[in-house]
């Protein structure tokens, strides 16, 4: 069993940045960070491997940044020019393996605001 605990979450304002953290309980592999909207769906934001790979959403490209301290099970989203569209809570989601057999768990989440 693998906690996830986020952090970082708060009001800012368009144009502003955030950093989020997700520390996990114990050794995690592939962490992908979800956001959520009221009433939207579940989307992918960004995703970073073990070895420190990384991938983002088209809507974020260029301005979010995820990064990794595998020493402290720890991973962050560097968030810059935010916007109203970011608005939401995010999740991360990290798999104990690499293998589809791994299991994979979720935290409870951070809520971001971006509004003036």
């Known amino acids: 069993q693998v906690q996830l605990v986020e952090s970082g979450g708060g009001l800012v304002q368009p144009g502003g940045s955030l950093r989020l953290s997700c520390v996990a309980s114990?050794?995690?592999?592939?962490v992908g960070w979800y956001r959520q909207a009221p009433g939207k769906e579940r989307e992918l934001v960004a995703e970073?491997?073990?070895?420190?790979?990384?991938n983002y959403a088209d809507s974020v490209q260029g301005r979010f940044t995820v990064s990794r301290d595998n020493a402290k099970n720890t991973v962050y989203l560097q968030m810059n020019s935010l916007n109203s569209e970011d608005t939401g809570i995010y999740y991360c989601?990290?798999?104990?393996?690499?293998?589809?057999?791994?299991?994979?768990?979720w935290g409870k989440g951070t809520p971001v605001t971006v509004s003036s």
């Open positions: 989601n990290a798999r104990t393996g690499i293998s589809v057999e791994a299991m994979v768990y």
């Open positions: 970073i491997t073990r070895g420190g790979r990384s």
């Open positions: 114990g050794t995690i592999f592939d």
